[in-house]
């Protein structure tokens, strides 16, 4: 839709955008008003070089699509009623929970093995490790390639399927080939449209899911499903939005929580939303009633930092890593709500 920055388009300009449409194989319909006059474009008007040369025009104000420019990711897409399943559980149909440690101490593999366990027991259908970590600081550790094994070993002891992040197209394949059975694009990643396609590229023809973190960047929703689409486009939609929090704004949060953009992703994507609520609000504490907020707004899931004795943790364990009681509260409290929600009671 065309809205002209004058209350209508002279001749000349109507002439000239419907030959701009024309290349791209749209026409022009323009909707007379009383006061002004708006101009449809009748066809695919997705074409973002059609759009680019039109928003250029010195006298359009701007262009409205109707089209959703995500073909895949959009929740009228051919792909809406694609479920995923993972650790035996469909999103959507009971709250999916991903635990772990932040970061595996590759010195102290016992740590992963025990917090596999407890998370297992307090109720958590995937473990979470990190393998390789982007740290803010350069000579903080940076995690170790040889901690991958060891998180295939906890999948193995637990039975449950596991998340590392990939923070490189090297780690790709090397977490496939290991087994990991889901990918994670951490938020400082999510941007990096090269590595969301060579993931994309890995995942091809894969059960791997693939668990999106939000970047602090990304101010609209639409960046967000956006990123997810460069994934899907290759044909693996296996794809979990996780909202992390965003640039802090208040003294005492580590992030600004963002849970509340959960409806929001769920107006416009099929996606499923698994919220982040230890990186949220970064402090262990904080983090029971930000999970339950999640779940509030609707959140599919919950993926947890979690460990068997937080101080002796490393990354962010110390600080924002639940312990196994407080995990096994949290996750009960959340599937209660979840099937309040789902039963219509609350929200
Ligand atoms: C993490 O999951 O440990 C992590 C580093 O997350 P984020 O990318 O959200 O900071
Ligand atoms: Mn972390």
Not at 103 to 113: E, Q, S
Not at 151 to 167: N, S
Not at 173 to 194: F, H, M
Request: hydrophobic share 40%; with cysteine; net charge neutral.
């Amino acid at each position: 839709m065309i809205l002209p920055k004058s209350t209508r388009l002279t001749t000349a300009q109507l002439n000239e955008v419907t030959a701009i449409v024309s290349e791209f194989g749209c026409q022009i319909q323009p909707i007379i008003g009383a006061v002004r006059s708006i101009y449809a474009i009748v066809g695919d008007e997705r074409d973002e070089l059609m759009i680019n040369r039109l928003e250029g025009l010195d006298y359009v104000d701007r262009i409205d699509r109707i089209q959703s420019p995500f073909k895949l990711m959009d929740k009228r897409s051919d792909l809406a009623s694609h479920r995923i399943t993972i650790g035996g559980v469909t999103l959507g149909e009971e709250l999916l929970i991903i635990a772990g440690t932040c970061t595996i101490d590759p010195k102290n593999p016992n740590y992963f093995y025990e917090t596999a366990a407890a998370v297992k027991e307090a109720g958590a259908h995937m473990i979470r490790g990190g393998v390789w970590k982007p740290r803010t600081n350069p000579y903080t550790f940076q995690g170790d390639t040889k901690s991958l094994e060891i998180l295939l070993e906890g999948a193995r002891r637990t039975g449950l399927p596991v998340d590392t992040e990939v923070m490189e197209e090297a780690h790709i394949q090397l977490a496939l080939d290991a087994g990991v059975n889901c990918l994670q694009v951490g938020a400082r990643n999510a941007l990096n449209y090269s590595l969301l396609r060579a993931i994309g590229r890995a995942v091809a023809k894969r059960e791997t899911c693939v668990l999106l973190k939000r970047s602090i960047h990304m101010g609209a929703i639409n960046e967000f499903i956006s990123a997810a689409e460069y994934i899907a486009a290759f044909g693996n939609p296996n794809i979990i939005l996780c909202p992390r929090g965003t640039t802090p704004t208040l003294d005492g949060y580590r992030n600004h929580p963002d849970e509340s953009i959960t409806p929001l992703l769920k107006e416009k994507t099929w996606a499923p939303v698994v919220v982040d609520p230890s990186h949220s609000v970064g402090k262990a504490s904080y983090v029971p009633a930000c999970a339950l907020a999640a779940v509030a707004y609707g959140a599919d899931g919950l993926c947890i930092e979690a460990h068997v004795s937080p101080s002796h943790g490393i990354g962010d364990d110390p600080k924002q890593a639940l312990t196994p009681e407080a995990l096994a509260m949290t996750i009960s409290q959340a599937k209660q709500l979840w099937a309040l929600r789902r039963g219509g009671k609350i929200g």
